[in-house]
């Protein structure tokens, strides 16, 4: 598709696009363009364009704003030597985006427009991709924006996407994480949006987070609504535990859990490692039993934000226990390691993985 650019005049200057970058806050500091894309049932996909990043006018009835029809996605772009800048699988956010567009009766994007429109923002918004550890953090997202009250899926959809530069996502860089173990409330159930990558989902998992932080907690973990057992997944990052023989389990995909690409990367990249890797369930009685046994080693968080970090405390109603000394451990740190090399392609990965931007 043709997009209409347009440079933003307001652009800010070296020095102050230096000042912003030099520590922004995850998800504070914004570059200066976005890009939308419009699709109406009559038109379909139309109206591409780059231009300033600036406030959405929007009618008090439009849709959005009353039931909630939006999805969005995130992923990052790396500085690849002094020239280069690539993204990691950007094709698995599209197909994910479109996953997410099916489950909330919204309209699905050729996959090749959503990578575009994705490329299209970084190569105007270039100098805002950070050096060193930093990345600069996509957010495409899509919202109803048509004009009724009346509940069925919206005729009218805009297409954006936004970016900001961004280094750690918890302010203790790779240090281990502490999470608590909601009783109380849950994120997705089965039937529900627990795959989608929906807003909903994350307004659901705010008061457990806001809970987490009372007792002290990083991330709040979520267990299943049917028996409230078994782990599943924390407000916004897929789980794994390392066990003393080098086996590993993650949660498996049921509808409840996001699809994370982080953690499908990390499935791949720890059973070429020759690792035995188990999508089953697993509970938060073995969980506790197998940390005070020394049988579980390690265990980490993971997403596009974060990462990995390894969890090296679990608090609940229940009582508390450690993991690994609340350290983080070599597989963790191991895996992390490489993941990011070849996410900044330091080192080869898989075929496919890096996706290198033509500027």
């Not at 690539?86 to 909330?104: G, V």
């Not at 009783?183 to 307004?203: F, H, V």
């Not at 049917?226 to 590993?248: A, I, T, Y």
Request: glycine share 10%; aromatic share 10%.
């Amino acid at each position: 598709m043709q997009f209409e650019i347009t440079a933003n005049p307001a652009a800010l200057d070296d020095k102050a696009r230096e000042e912003a970058m030099a520590n922004p806050a995850f998800g504070r500091v914004f570059t200066d363009h976005m890009v939308t894309i419009r699709w109406t049932a009559e038109k379909g996909w139309h109206d591409a364009r780059v231009g300033a990043r600036q406030p959405f006018q929007l009618d008090p009835a439009a849709a959005v704003l009353h039931y909630a029809q939006e999805i969005f996605e995130g992923l990052k772009a790396y500085r690849a030597g002094e020239d280069g800048i690539t993204l990691f699988r950007p094709e698995r956010n599209a197909r994910r985006f479109n996953q997410s567009a099916h489950r909330m009766a919204m309209p699905e994007m050729p996959e090749e427009l959503f990578i575009q429109a994705c490329e299209e923002l970084v190569k105007i918004d270039r100098k805002w991709v950070p050096g060193g550890d930093g990345s600069l953090y996509l957010r495409p997202f899509m919202f109803a924006n048509e004009v009724f009250l009346g509940v069925k899926p919206a005729a009218e959809f805009i297409f954006c996407v936004i970016a900001c530069p961004v280094g750690a996502y918890f302010k203790g860089g790779a240090k281990p994480v502490s999470v608590w173990v909601s009783d109380e409330y849950s994120r997705a159930g089965p039937g529900g949006t627990g795959a989608a990558k929906c807003g909903g989902n994350y307004a659901a998992s705010l008061l457990a987070q806001a809970e987490a932080i009372e007792h002290g907690c990083d991330q709040v973990v979520f267990l299943d609504t049917k028996e409230n057992r078994w782990v599943e997944e924390l407000g916004g990052m897929n789980l794994f535990f390392v066990f003393d023989d080098g086996s590993m389990i993650t949660p498996p995909l049921g509808g409840t859990i996001l699809p994370g690409i982080t953690r499908d990367s990390i499935i791949e990249l720890a059973r070429a490692q020759g690792r035995a890797v188990e999508e089953r369930p697993y509970s938060i009685d073995d969980w506790r039993a197998d940390a005070q046994s020394g049988r579980l080693r390690e265990a980490f968080a993971c997403g596009t934000a974060a990462v990995i970090v390894a969890v090296g405390e679990i608090r609940s109603t229940k009582g508390d226990f450690t993991i690994g000394g609340s350290q983080t451990g070599p597989v963790t740190a191991a895996l992390r390691d490489e993941l990011v090399a070849i996410q900044r392609n330091q080192q080869p990965g898989p075929a496919g993985w890096v996706h290198e931007i033509a500027l």
